[in-house]
């Protein structure tokens, strides 16, 4: 176990759904990731939270909103979502952000299908 | 860009062999960092070389860092079944971690 913890771990879910994915760590980080991973495309940095403050979104749709309410958890709500949406999503977490040689740690990652 | 493009993209080997696998970059940047990820999981930290490094160890890993030809090899030495796995570079500048597609490594036994 990496100490990130996210769930669920597979999610089917309709184009006019509403889910939330979480993502909890116990390593005492203060900063937290998602990522998107698709088949045969590099992982995507989606957000950055830096003690609890978004610090990075990299021109994500609005239809992915994440909420970070601690420094140990975080969420990523899906509403309308697209068939191209489907992938791995992982969340990440590191003692910090905007330091060098920080190195990652990662949840086993949602498997998100949308039909 | 700052991404690491790794090469081969898949590679098939016996248990016993050694696996290489090669990443490439563009920009400059403050280190370099290897993951592994089986299949569904999620990635998993295996070494970090700054740059300023040029060789790293790590039990059956080895890293290399070349910074005037922006690349870096990973090396496993002795590969076992349960290696088989997905292997990423990744690098850091002034940006998070970028990282590229990965290698598809099998291990053959």
């Known amino acids: 176990e990496t100490g990130v913890t996210q769930t669920p771990r597979h999610l089917v879910m309709g184009m006019t759904n509403k889910k939330s994915l979480k993502c909890e760590q116990h390593l005492g980080h203060n900063a937290m990731y998602w990522y998107k991973q698709s088949a045969k495309k590099p992982l995507e940095l989606m957000f950055v939270?830096?003690?609890?403050?978004?610090?990075e979104n990299n021109s994500v749709p609005s239809r992915f909103s994440p909420e970070c309410p601690n420094s140990s958890h975080l969420f990523l709500h899906l509403h309308t979502l697209q068939p191209e949406d489907s992938a791995l999503y992982l969340c990440?977490?590191?003692?910090?952000?905007?330091?060098?040689?920080?190195?990652?740690?990662f949840g086993s990652g949602t498997q998100l299908s949308v039909l | 860009s700052q991404q690491g493009e790794e090469d081969p993209q898949a590679l098939s080997i016996q248990e016993g062999e050694n696996a290489t696998m090669n990443c490439s970059y563009k920009t400059s940047i403050n280190n370099l960092q290897w993951y592994r990820q089986n299949s569904g999981r999620g990635l998993v930290h295996l070494i970090l070389i700054r740059s300023n490094e040029r060789e790293k160890h790590s039990g059956r890993l080895r890293v290399t860092l070349d910074t005037s030809k922006k690349s870096s090899s990973l090396l496993i030495t002795a590969s076992r079944a349960a290696d088989t796995a997905s292997y990423f570079c990744a690098t850091e500048g002034n940006t998070p971690l970028v990282f590229g597609k990965g290698t598809r490594l099998s291990v053959i036994a």
């Open positions: 990440a977490s590191s003692q910090l952000t905007g330091r060098t040689n920080e190195k990652l740690f």
């Open positions: 939270y830096s003690l609890e403050e978004r610090v």
